[in-house]
């Protein structure tokens, strides 16, 4: 892995984390996004694309 490849693997993992989040209480689990699922779809979205980006990064680098 090279450094591009490095830095756009954490910002990837942590927005496909963070369209995924759960809170928990006593009682029941509910999706952090419930309320405002275009913003966990915004997420997802920006996650697709920053793997998209590393996917095409480490292919470049294998073909070289």
Known sequence: ???KTKKLLAPALSLTLLACAFT???THIQWFWSAQPG???A???GAALL???LMVS???RHDA
Do not use: E, K, S, Y
């Open 1 to 3: 892995m090279n450094a």
């Open 24 to 26: 928990f209480d006593d």
């Open 39 to 41: 913003v966990a779809l």
């Open 43 to 45: 997420l997802a979205a």
């Open 51 to 53: 793997w998209a980006l």
């Open 58 to 60: 480490l292919r470049r």
